[in-house]
């Protein structure tokens, strides 16, 4: 069917002649790009799942009253949206898809450090996802995706202890990327690769991988013990037994604030290496883009309590919170202004990528900006639990990493599979997804003040103008959505060869074939300058080629 | 569809200030979040590839244009922090002279009782221009007590009291909403507050009126009793008081096995271990669930815990019974 | 490039030190026991009983960790590791040991039930 | 941003001493010494989380002591503090003869390797045996028994004990500070006893699970010794399966007087 044929010998490339041989090439590889392509499926899968789960919320909504769903089956949507989208599909997300096809590629590295624990962590993923699947095929859950207690431990009967468990495992295979991503960058990196001439995004993997691993543990421990409370009948947090229930939220959220920012941090990476190649020079503010990624995923640790604010702990722990969530958003403030400032005086092209790392910004802003009222605790009391916090918090993890995560996919795209896809349709789809997403979340953030509280199925009649709009572009998103799909998988027969660097851009990646060989490097590189050394005249050269009629 | 309101309505002493602080942020919002796409948008046009302008000189780096970005945010924030804290401290100051109502929340419903006896569920009535303080517990899960218009909302969570006060401005009807989910029907635990001025509000609480009774029981307003001495909650908590035993122990002259309660609330209580504790509600909780934990200096640890024999409706009225002791000794 | 992170020659911790850091560790193990033994007939603070215990833990770590576990001689990022947990350990007790003392504050809620 | 060179994977053989690697270097790493600082670094990375969620219960631990602290001094009472002083000891000297291996590897004395690993085993193991003597006690209280081995066989059945394992029959004894069984409290009575000791058998049983992992390692690494894979240049597995276990020995460094040792 392949029109033209894709360099030979790449790791796409099957030797294998049964079918048998061709199961264990792709289930029992240890080579880092193919686990990131069985990421890639998995986790795409996952998402038009939640996806599908946050259509039925959208339906629901549309009426003020109860009709398409009753309010457990309801529960149940949003329960299994919130789970699936969070711990299955954002925060593996980006680190093991474009993460783990990146790393060694971009340091310099011929696979992970540990390529076996690798594979181990897409199988713990997978079945984890098969533990929560379960566990909705068999009725779902109904706790919300924070299982806040006593309601999950004792009052909820619904597959909590399933649910868990997949969460849990799928917690280790979080784990074992993360320490295999540090182990990697520490101790593989090519020679002269330097930490200041590594690309950002290797940072920002490292600054993620460090949250995976001082946070994640403490959530593994914390919904065991819940899972215990549930099977034991008596547990840690049990009020009754003069146990705080509030203690489940301190240590929920200390894992949960942090993996905030295991979302956004790598699409954070993503956007400083779009915004660098299609402005043809380098980053502006490299060390400080580098060390705000340190600062979040540090600053991140000591902020938790702000979803807590009204939740009966002291009010002294209320200001502390509020003050250090002040500081937090200043790392990233850094990031978005040098970004910007990298626009200045480039040479900027509209190709896919660069549109999704626009939309980014202007997205991202809107969320993170929200975040400061959410962290201002007078404000916070009125508006904590109702649809401003779902605009919130869609505005940074679908406007923020979401974009971020598209415009990655497009832009190594053709490194990963060697084809381009149709550039026509990606500007359509990006533009698609700006406008839908923003008619599906702005009205919330309206309805929110208005008193709307969240995981309601029924509300007051006042409310329903917003929400009849919010499904509308609940619509038109997931058309945004669905056209990629389409158009990138038609990419893979039909898609002109890319060649090794279709973008012109810099980075080792871009320096093997695409798709890259299986040993990524048959000659370890030696590096000797630093990471988006465009030519200081790349960007006059590129506007002065500029002819009517080339890429926009 | 007929009404489509943009912005809640201001119901509430803190209503007008949590929104001027609101309108301030979307103000700062707008500079960044409005001015910066600008800025970007510019940015994107002018130095497209097609635009022949000048692209020499690129900086890379610069440290003054670095601490700008840096310090002038952190100066926003944390400006606004601070004016959000003293609110918040505010917000979470009751005044002494609160009116105090006793809440419970279970699934799936609210139930009241205010202090001369009457109950309700899922209604709240308040007079406006007075202080409400509301005494909050919850019989099962988490639920949140959520009135949009006054800008309130707090946790009711199981074993302790949480406790909220506002000042109602205006009278009316407004939405109360359960904003913590709870299980099923979280969206159904919703209902009304109404406000009231004074008089309405006390010919209200006269009005004789049937409720359940968050065990199921029915239980009536006890108009008959406002004539009594003290409120009817209190009376029911003395008759507790006396039921359960408590008078036996905790007499009025002293004597008894344990300390008197008179002027307990809101005082500070020495423990065996020479600390100090604060008799707030929860104090007072604790020290009839479980004595034990919490030993006042000078007394054995014979008190048997009553965990299992009060409902969270009896021990209101216990504690506002033994409230109602503090009052008497401050006179 | 990472390789001169380990290219100087590994200290060596021998057999000697082992038996040394023994020694101490059973020390501190029978100071502890013999710690606890003593406060329950001196009635001292409690807050002081625990700070010695976990003083005394603490220690018992510390020497394990350098010798037993060799990060003494260890590269300097596995230093650092070595201490991240503890670090991230401390955010967590200390943010959220402060939390309980703070509830007391009236008119906020009192001490837990 | 960098020129690919020719100087292939040799770059950093030449200044590193031992360019003859056995096979087990494994093919994306360049030196042997680069694959040992990974299998370390990574161990270490690997028990950061370990400490973290550790750090989970104790966190629990620390609320609940601070909040009850009576409690906390009557509950402990009741465990068998010389059992837990003897696993201790047990324990660190177990650490010690995992040093005392990792040593014996350096110098390539694989007998020496399988003997002391062994012994840490048969120390593990003694653990394990302790410990489970002491839930079984608890467990045979509930049962009416005073002793487990009177649980087994089936004599001598009391006719109320205390209960300590939390639970619907948990019952604390009611002198709380003699910790004479005859006169307890009601059954199942939700105190903050329970919590005590929930704390207690689920921190301890995670260590116990810990210490079956680290059972597991340790009859790996002497089956790899003993294959002949372990050698002077390349003990890399029996210096990172030490880590693990001591590891093991810090967390019941911190159980043993959180636990046992509380007035
Ligand atoms: C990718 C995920 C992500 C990210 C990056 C963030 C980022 C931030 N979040 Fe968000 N948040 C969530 C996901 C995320 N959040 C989720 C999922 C929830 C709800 C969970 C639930 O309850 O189900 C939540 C909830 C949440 C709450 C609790 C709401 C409640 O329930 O009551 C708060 C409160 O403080 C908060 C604050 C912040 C802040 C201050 C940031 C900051 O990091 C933002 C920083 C960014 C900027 C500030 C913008 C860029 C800067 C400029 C343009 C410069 C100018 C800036 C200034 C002058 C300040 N978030
Ligand atoms: C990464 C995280 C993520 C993402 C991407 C999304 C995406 C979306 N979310 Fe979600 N959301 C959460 C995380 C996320 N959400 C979380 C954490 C909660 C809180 C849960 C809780 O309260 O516990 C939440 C809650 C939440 C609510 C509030 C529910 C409530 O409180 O009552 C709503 C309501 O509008 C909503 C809507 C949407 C919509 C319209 C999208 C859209 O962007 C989705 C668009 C995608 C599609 C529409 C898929 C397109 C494909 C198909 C439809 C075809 C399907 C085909 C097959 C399966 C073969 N979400
Ligand atoms: Cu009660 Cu939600
Ligand atoms: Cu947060």
Redo the contacts with the bound molecule.
């Keep these: 069917m392949a029109t033209t044929a894709l360099p030979g010998r790449n790791y796409l490339e099957e030797d294998a002649t049964t079918i048998g041989a061709w199961l264990k090439a792709w289930f029992l590889t240890v080579d880092h790009k193919r686990i990131a392509i069985l990421y890639l499926l998995s986790i795409n899968f996952f998402?038009?799942?939640?996806?599908?789960a946050?259509?039925v919320?959208?339906v629901e909504?549309i009426t003020p009253q109860g009709d398409l769903l009753s309010a457990d089956l309801y529960n149940r949507a949003?329960?299994l949206?919130?789970i699936i989208?969070?711990f299955f599909?954002?925060i593996p997300g980006i680190p093991a898809v474009l993460g783990n096809f990146l790393v060694p590629l971009m340091i310099g590295a011929r696979d992970m450090a540990f390529p076996r624990l690798n594979l181990f962590s897409w199988y713990l993923y997978m079945a984890g996802g098969i533990f929560a699947l379960t566990a909705a095929i068999f009725g779902g859950v109904d706790t919300?995706?924070?299982f806040y207690t006593p309601f999950s431990s004792t009052y909820a009967n619904s597959n909590v202890i399933l649910t868990i468990t997949g969460a849990f495992i799928m917690g280790f295979s979080s784990i074992t990327t993360g320490v295999n991503f540090i182990v990697t960058i520490h101790t593989m990196r090519a020679p002269g690769m330097t930490w200041f001439r590594l690309p950002l995004f290797i940072w920002a993997s490292y600054a993620t991988s460090l949250i995976i691993v001082l946070a994640t543990p403490v959530i593994g421990i914390t919904l065991l013990l819940v899972a215990i409370e549930r099977l034991w009948g008596v547990g840690i947090f049990d009020p009754a037994l003069g146990g705080d229930p509030l203690l489940f939220q301190h240590l929920f959220w200390f894992y949960s604030h942090p993996a905030v920012y295991i979302?956004i941090l790598p699409g954070f990476g993503v956007i400083s290496e779009l915004i660098a190649a299609f402005s043809r020079k380098r980053i502006f503010g490299y060390e400080f883009i580098a060390f705000s990624s340190m600062a979040i995923a540090l600053l991140g640790f000591l902020v938790w309590g702000h979803h807590m604010f009204v939740s009966g702990q002291s009010v002294y722990a209320g200001l502390v919170f509020s003050f250090l969530t002040m500081l937090v958003a200043i790392p990233s403030a850094i990031k978005v202004f040098n970004w910007t400032a990298t626009l200045y005086k480039g040479s900027i092209s509209y190709r896919t990528p660069m549109l999704y790392a626009l939309g980014f910004i202007g997205l991202f802003v809107i969320g993170g900006l929200t975040g400061i009222f959410l962290g201002i605790v007078a404000i916070n009391i009125h508006v904590t639990d109702t649809y401003f916090v779902?605009a919130h918090?869609?505005y940074v993890?679908?406007g923020g990493?979401?974009m971020a995560y598209l415009g990655g996919i497009h832009y190594w795209w053709p490194k990963m599979t060697g084809r381009m896809y149709n550039e026509v349709w990606g500007g359509i789809s990006a533009l698609i997804i700006f406008v839908g997403?923003n008619m599906?979340f702005f009205p919330?953030f309206i309805v929110g003040y208005l008193g709307m509280p969240?995981?309601?199925?029924v509300y007051p009649q006042e409310f329903q103008v917003l929400h009849v709009l919010?499904s509308a572009g609940?619509t038109i998103?997931?058309i945004g959505?669905?056209i990629p799909i389409i158009y990138l998988t038609i990419s893979l027969w039909k898609g002109a060869i890319a060649g090794d660097n279709p973008w012109d851009a810099t980075g080792l990646e871009w320096e093997v074939s695409s798709p890259p060989p299986t040993h990524n490097f048959t000659t370890t590189p030696v590096v000797t300058r630093e990471a988006y050394d465009y030519p200081p005249d790349a960007a006059e050269v590129d506007a002065a080629n500029w002819r009517p009629g080339s890429p926009l | 569809m007929q009404d489509f309101p943009l912005f809640p309505e201001q119901a509430s002493t803190f209503a007008g200030p949590v929104d001027v602080l609101y309108w301030t942020l979307v103000g700062l919002s707008l500079i960044f979040g409005g001015i910066l796409p600008f800025i970007i948008l510019y940015l994107m046009v002018r130095y497209h590839r097609s635009q022949k302008v000048d692209r020499t000189n690129q900086l890379h780096s610069s440290l003054p244009l670095e601490l700008t970005w840096t310090v002038i945010p952190l100066v926003l924030v944390l400006t606004v922090f601070f004016w959000g804290a003293f609110l918040y401290i505010d917000m979470r100051t009751p005044p002494d002279d609160s009116l105090e109502i006793y809440v419970i929340g279970k699934q799936w419903m609210w139930h009241v009782q205010h202090p001369n006896g009457k109950r309700e569920n899922n209604e709240l009535h308040i007079p406006i221009g007075q202080p409400v303080k509301l005494i909050m517990t919850s019989q099962d899960v988490i639920h949140s007590f959520y009135i949009p218009d006054f800008r309130v909302k707090q946790d009711v969570l199981p074993g302790r009291y949480t406790i909220m006060w506002f000042e109602a401005t205006q009278p009316g009807e407004y939405h109360l909403f359960c904003a913590e989910?709870c299980g099923t029907e979280h969206s159904l635990m919703v209902g009304r507050v109404v406000a009231l001025r004074l008089a309405d509000y006390e010919r209200w609480l006269a009005t004789p009126g049937e409720i359940i009774l968050p065990d199921g029981s029915v239980g009536g307003a006890v108009p008959a009793l406002v004539e009594a001495i003290g409120d009817p909650m209190e009376l029911a908590g003395g008759q507790l008081f006396a039921s359960l035993g408590c008078a036996g122990c905790h007499r009025s002259d002293g004597l008894g096995i344990g300390p008197n309660l008179a002027g307990l609330y809101a005082s500070e209580v020495r423990l065996t271990d020479g600390s100090l504790v604060f008799a707030d509600e929860n104090y007072l909780r604790e020290s009839i669930l479980n004595p034990g934990a919490k030993i006042a200096a000078g007394y054995a640890n014979v008190m048997p815990s009553y965990e299992g024999q009060v409902s969270e409706d009896q021990m209101n009225q216990l504690l506002a019974y033994i409230k109602s002791l503090a009052d008497a000794n401050v006179e | 490039m990472a390789h001169h992170e380990h290219e100087h020659e590994r200290g060596h911790i021998g057999p000697a030190t082992y038996y040394k850091v023994f020694a101490a560790l059973m020390v501190l193990m029978f100071l502890t026991v013999g710690a606890w033994w003593v406060e329950g007939m001196l009635n001292i603070p409690r807050a002081l009983g625990v700070f010695i215990a976990v003083a005394i833990a603490s220690t018992k770590t510390v020497l394990i960790v350098l010798f037993f576990m060799h990060i003494k001689v260890s590269s300097r990022v596995t230093q650092l590791y070595a201490v991240a947990a503890l670090v991230a350990l401390l955010f967590m007790f200390v943010i959220t040991m402060g939390d309980y003392f703070a509830r007391g504050w009236p008119p906020e809620l009192g001490p837990l039930p | 941003m960098a020129t690919t060179t020719s100087t292939s994977s040799s770059h950093a053989h030449a200044d590193h001493g031992h360019a003859d690697h056995g096979p087990e270097l494994q093919h994306h790493f360049s030196t042997a010494a680069q694959q040992k600082e990974a299998a370390t670094l990574g161990m270490w990375v690997f028990l950061v989380t370990e400490v973290m969620l550790f750090g989970g219960i104790f966190m629990a631990y620390a609320v609940y002591r601070w909040a009850f602290p009576d409690i906390w001094a009557e509950a402990a009472y009741h465990l068998n503090t010389p059992l837990g002083t003897i696993n201790t000891v047990v324990l660190l000297v177990s650490s010690l003869t995992v040093a005392l291996a990792v040593s014996a590897a350096e110098a390539g004395k694989r007998t020496r390797i399988i003997q002391l690993i062994v012994v840490t085993m048969l120390l593990g193991l003694a653990f394990l045996g302790l410990k489970a003597y002491e839930y079984s006690e608890k467990f045979a209280h509930c049962a009416g028994y005073s002793t487990p081995i009177e649980w087994v066989t089936n004599t001598n059945q009391h006719a109320v004990y205390e209960c300590l394992v939390p639970g619907q029959a948990f019952l604390f004894p009611a002198d709380k500070t003699t910790g004479a069984s005859n006169a307890p409290t009601v059954a199942g009575q939700p105190t903050p006893y329970q919590l005590f000791f929930l704390l207690y058998f689920i921190a301890t049983g995670l260590h116990a699970v810990h210490m079956l992992i680290g059972l597991a390692i340790m009859s790996y690494l002497v089956f790899i010794t003993w294959r002949g894979t372990i050698s002077s240049t390349y003990f890399t597995p029996v210096e990172i399966g030490g880590l693990y276990w001591h590891l093991i020995d810090i967390v019941w460094v911190f159980l043993f007087p959180l636990f046992y040792l509380v007035h």
């Design positions: 998402f038009l799942l939640g996806g599908l946050a259509s919320i959208r909504l949003f329960t949206h919130g989208m969070v599909f954002l919300g995706w924070t979302m779902v918090f869609h993890m679908v990493a979401i997403f599906t919330q969240r995981r309601y199925h919010s609940a998103l997931a959505f669905i | 989910y």
